[in-house]
């Protein structure tokens, strides 16, 4: 049985991309293409576009992804200790509250550095 | 059997195996069905969500909205798809061209194929997978990407932005939501939806109502709906990242979004008001269906409820609301979910609910508290006067 629940994930993942693709193929069959330079400059503010857009991008975006990824990797490790919850004795719930707050003192660690603040 | 999908399964089951087809080929064959019977009806689905959006923003905004195709103006959403099929296609010049054809493409998919793990009643279920939760995570982050392509393969500055604004906000609305998911998971002990929605004998959002706002809110925050559609925020990056798409690559975005609110209505009903539960679903599976959209068209009315009252957030405040009120929020309530569930496992079920429902109370009446303390200091902070480039004007002007 699970391995017909994933068979039917797979071949999902295989069909869903088709709808969207076709959408995108009749507009590429019948609509009319007649592309100018003007028509093709970029739409921003009442300019023409200066200089290269694939720029560095700010550090600060940068932080909050790391935070992100340990706080994720961190919960991802709490599901199996949800999942086996009815079995489990009272030493590892104690334990998973542990857990849960050493993920606590990382927040506050986090915040207490300024690096939640937006800057 | 009162059931009329599983009884065409079945019949089919028999009919392949009597063409003389193998077991594996016919669990293939099934699956793909399957596959294209959920699509179709999610594509559907959306379409007529197109025409549920622009009548309901109009009632919200006292007006009339789409009235003139067919009754009600039920005929405008196929107006809509014929229009964006034959708009001229524009790609910018510089832009990269094929991630900027598959974000699109991406975005929707993985909207769809949010569906697959979506129960609409006891047998009638994509994929009962045991690890559905993650999957919905997993699969919805998918989503972002294709927002971040977008907004990085147009070669325009704003639709940059944009991309970037959804790279800080997704990220750090994602933790307290993954938090919050731990709830349902530790009510059920289980990970795969079917059996959160069987173990809500009692909905879960009496047991956890706390948790179930804050999947609210994050779901909302995911989406980029208003109040926290700084991703495409009109008054300052024009359109965001779908600024240089036109036609049906912009249509796509858009069903996409759409779909995506109803999808996380649906999960949402799912994990606390009982998805496909209600009177007489035993005797008749197929009003599982009807239940479902009905809870999940509701949530989806909350959320455009939400969307058309509020104003757009600021991005420090975004930030400060994800990190610093709502990460915390959900660890708190995890830990004690956690530790009431073990401590009530033997009581009768009135104990275990008012009890559950009384902890949650608490918790929002301290809440409430601190954050009246947080505002009268940090109404103190700003009012206090800003260090200034030129003292003698301030002073002047003072």
């Known amino acids: ?119 | 059997m009162s059931d009329p999908i599983n009884l065409i399964a079945n019949w089919l089951r028999n009919l392949l195996a009597t063409w003389g087809f193998s077991p594996g080929l016919i669990n293939i064959v099934l699956a793909l069905l399957g596959v294209l019977v959920i699509a179709v009806f999610v594509l559907l689905l959306d379409v007529f969500l197109v025409w549920v959006e622009r009548k309901v923003v109009a009632r919200f905004q006292d007006r009339l909205g789409p009235n003139r195709l067919g009754p009600f103006g039920l005929i405008q959403p196929i107006a809509d798809v014929i229009k964006l099929l034959i708009k001229e296609d524009i790609t910018p010049r510089g832009a990269d061209r094929i991630i900027y054809n598959l974000a699109p493409i991406l975005a929707f998919a993985t909207v769809i194929t949010l569906w697959a793990v979506i129960p609409f009643s006891h047998s009638l279920i994509g994929s009962d997978l045991n690890v559905a939760v993650l999957y919905i995570v997993a699969v919805g982050a998918l989503g972002t990407l294709g927002i971040i392509m977008a907004g990085w393969a147009s070669n325009n500055k704003f639709a940059l932005i944009g991309a970037f604004r959804t790279v800080s906000q997704v990220v750090s609305y994602e933790v307290p939501m993954v938090i919050s998911l731990l709830i349902p998971v530790i009510l059920a002990h289980s990970m795969s939806i079917q059996d959160i929605v069987y173990s809500q004998n009692i909905w879960n959002i009496l047991l956890a109502p706390l948790a179930a706002l804050i999947i609210f809110i994050t779901a909302i925050a995911e989406l980029g709906r208003a109040p926290f559609d700084l991703i495409e925020a009109e008054s300052e990056i024009v359109a965001g990242f779908n600024i240089e798409y036109t036609g049906m690559k912009f249509g796509l975005f858009y069903a996409g979004e759409l779909l995506h609110a109803l999808t996380m209505g649906a999960l949402f009903s799912s994990l606390f008001l009982g998805g496909w539960r209600g009177p007489f679903v035993d005797q008749i599976p197929i009003l599982g269906v009807f239940y479902l959209l009905l809870k999940s068209f509701l949530i989806y009315w909350a959320i455009m409820w939400v969307k058309y009252s509020m104003p757009r957030i600021r991005i420090d405040h975004l930030l400060n609301f994800g990190w610093k009120f709502l990460t915390p929020l959900a660890l708190v309530m995890v830990l004690v979910t956690a530790i009431l569930d073990k401590a009530m496992e033997n009581m009768s079920t009135l104990v275990y609910t008012s009890g559950m429902l009384a902890a949650n109370i608490i918790i929002i009446w301290l809440t409430v508290i601190l954050l009246r303390s947080y505002a009268k200091t940090e109404r103190k902070r700003v009012a206090e006067p800003k260090p200034v480039a030129r003292p003698d004007l301030a002073a002047r002007r003072s």
């Open chain 1, 1 to 119: 049985m699970q391995s017909q629940d994933w068979l039917f994930i797979g071949i999902f993942l295989m069909i869903a991309p088709i709808f969207p693709i076709i959408a995108l193929l009749i507009p590429y069959l019948i609509a009319p293409k007649k592309p100018n330079p003007i028509k093709d400059q970029a739409y921003e503010c009442g300019m023409e576009t200066v200089g290269d857009t694939w720029v560095q991008f700010k550090v600060q975006y940068y932080i909050f992804a790391l935070a992100f990824l340990i706080f994720d990797v961190e919960t991802v490790f709490l599901f199996p200790w949800a999942v086996a919850y009815g079995q489990l004795p009272f030493y590892a719930v104690f334990e998973g509250v542990l857990f849960v707050v050493i993920l606590a003192a990382g927040l506050v660690y986090l915040w207490r550095k300024d690096a939640l603040k937006w800057v």
